[in-house]
């Protein structure tokens, strides 16, 4: 059975502004598969190709090259039928501020040609399970952030698709609506058996919410599994040296290299950080060893494997650090 | 069809909602007509009319279909930043509803300004035949439909107010001046006529004013609707070819 997406080989290449310009490839030929009912977390820091990928997805821009069917259609032959299949949370919200709530919903439907009865009853419904009772009247920009995406996720399962797309769902909000947005997030695939592919920049995010993560760099798809699988791919623990003068690196770096089994550490401004197989009965010595050479700390941690090391590991990036948006990736930005 | 009407009903509520530009729109042309339409009544005769306002009320009209369209692309900027052209085109609506729908919203309230302008020129002693001012209201109408279209390709093109509006400012002026709209060009020297005959607004302007003087016969008032048709068919090309077009 081909799943709810099926794309092979997807490239995207841009033209260059001006004269002599070189070509940017956003994307460099990805493979992606999701099955239904799953819900598909999309990482990668900004540059990586993320926003390129999800905007071929839903229809919003043609692939250069590759195939894909999505919910069911081909991108190439049949997008209206994509876009009769799949809802859209953009990054950038969806409805204007001076807008009511409930016409924004409804107008919105009425674009898929549903009645605005019919509408209106699914929007009531909706809002019920999304915790969005009593605004149908308002004003949009009266509501709070978190309100305001809830929204904009109503109005991508207005039209009952078997697929959402989620473009950074819960950038912007304070850890209270995101938590909150998670609990709607794993309700979309439990309760109602929703496919659900979103990016995130929140490793905890992707952890929480997904059943397995893509993570793309450079325009290719660099890792798929479960946050468990790829979290297993990095071995032992992280032993972070916060040093009280950075003069002191070579030294440190020196001392964390000669560890048991240690392997390469690296450096990040007046942090040196190299990976154990157990750090804690590491530590002891390494800061005896410290202490003898006349090294200073100002922190000392011990890390579990997180998401984020996964990532550091297979990009050489954190995302934390990706998170300042580059050139090419702001769709729509405010 | 049925999503161009949609995108209509949605664009027509939140302008009734916030009516401000509607009424500043009007009110422009209304303080031409009340402070600048009686320096023209001494001279109505130097300017070959028995009626001022019949020559200067369809220069204020088009001057209306011209500006009142040409300024909707800052109305789109906003509804693209919001997100909402983006959620858009990911429904399976037609691209070219999603322009022709605003288009419409445009015109409508474009045709509602026109009317109240034309009924406050009435007490000021404009006296024109009716079926030519009717004719002359649906050119101002069609081109504002042509204009409206423009602003909103330009708009998607560039997505920025601050890149649109000396875009709008610095082909405006020129076209204003060139057009005959507050002075007929026949006013004007010999060269300065002939540079306004490029600019097809002129032929507009001088179509209205022939249809408001009753004037059917002559090839001015046809020649006038001729362009504005041409200029109609310019823009929706170009307006739909800008809303195919991905990531536009």
Redesign the interface.
């Known amino acids: 059975m081909v799943g709810v997406i099926h794309a092979r080989g997807l490239v995207r290449t841009f033209r260059g502004r001006g004269r002599g310009a070189k070509e940017v490839h956003a994307v460099r030929g990805v493979d992606i598969d999701v099955q239904a009912g799953e819900v598909v977390g999309f990482l990668g820091p900004n540059g990586a190709g993320k926003t390129t990928t999800l ?1 071929m997805l ?5 692939p250069t090259a590759g195939e894909a069917s999505v919910a069911g259609h081909d991108l190439r032959t049949d997008p ?1 039928g994509v ?2 299949n ?1 809802g ?1 949370v ?10 009511r709530v409930g ?1 924004e919903l409804t ?2 439907a ?4 549903i009645p605005t009865a019919v509408a209106r009853a699914r929007g009531e419904e909706l809002f019920a399970r999304l915790d969005l009772e009593g605004v149908w009247t308002r004003k949009v920009e009266s509501l709070s952030g978190g309100q305001r995406r809830r929204l ?1 996720i109503a ?1 991508g399962l207005v039209h009952q698709p078997p697929l959402v797309f989620l473009d950074e769902p819960t950038t912007g909000l304070d850890p209270q609506s995101r938590a909150n947005l998670w609990v709607h997030v794993s309700d979309l695939r439990d309760k109602a058996g929703v496919t659900v592919f979103l990016t995130t920049h929140y490793l905890e995010e992707a952890d929480v919410l997904c059943d397995r993560i893509l993570v793309i760099d450079h325009g290719k798809i660099v890792a798929v599994g479960t946050p468990d699988e790829l979290k297993r791919r990095v071995s032992g623990d992280a032993v972070l040296l916060r040093l009280a003068d950075p003069a002191h690196v070579p030294a440190a770096t020196r001392l964390a290299a000669a560890l048991p089994e240690a392997d390469e550490p690296g450096v990040d401004g007046d942090v040196v950080h190299v990976r154990v197989p157990n750090g804690a009965s590491a530590l002891p010595g390494l800061l005896r060893e410290l202490d003898r050479a006349g090294v200073p700390l100002a922190a000392v941690e011990v890390r579990r494997p997180t998401l984020d090391d996964v990532f550091l590991s297979l990009t050489g990036r954190s995302l934390r650090d990706a998170e300042t948006p580059a050139e090419g990736e702001l ?2 930005a ?1 | 069809m ?2 161009t009407l ?2 209509f ?2 664009a027509m ?2 302008s009734l ?2 009516p401000t530009w509607v009424i500043i729109g009007l009110a422009q042309p209304i303080l031409y007509l009340v402070l600048f339409g009686p320096l023209l009544k001494p001279l109505a005769s130097q300017l070959g009319t028995g009626n001022a306002y019949r020559l200067f009320v369809p220069g204020i009209l088009v001057q209306l279909g011209i500006f009142g369209a040409l300024f909707v692309g800052f109305g789109l900027i ?7 052209i ?8 037609p691209r070219t509803a999603l322009l022709m729908g605003r288009v419409g919203r445009d015109v409508v309230v474009l045709l509602v300004q026109a009317i109240l302008l034309t009924l406050v020129a009435l007490p000021l002693g404009l006296r024109a035949p009716v079926g030519g001012v009717l004719i002359g209201l649906v050119v101002v109408a069609l081109l504002g439909a042509a204009f409206s279209a423009v602003s909103y390709a330009v708009a998607l093109t560039l997505k920025s107010e601050d890149a649109l509006a000396p875009l709008l400012n610095a082909v405006a002026m020129p076209v204003l001046l060139l057009s005959g709209i507050l002075l007929p060009m026949t006013l004007a020297p010999g060269w300065l006529e002939k540079l306004s005959d490029i600019n097809p607004l002129k032929h507009v302007v001088d179509g209205v004013r022939a249809f408001f003087r009753g004037d059917f016969s002559g090839g001015t008032a046809w020649w006038g609707l001729g362009v504005t048709a041409a200029l109609v068919l310019l823009g929706f090309w170009f307006g739909t070819r800008t809303f195919r077009r ?2 536009a």
Do not use: C, F, M, W
């Not at chain 2, 983006?86 to 609506?93: D, F, G, I, S």
């Open positions: 905007r839903t229809t919003l821009l043609e209206v876009r009769r799949i859209y953009p990054q950038s919200g969806s409805s204007l501020p001076i807008a016409e107008d919105h009425a674009l898929y040609g904009d109005k769709v729509g405010r | 049925n999503e949609v995108v009903r949605r509520r939140l909602r916030n906003a509804e693209y930043r919001a997100g909402v983006e959620t858009q085109r990911v429904t399976p609506a991905e990531s």
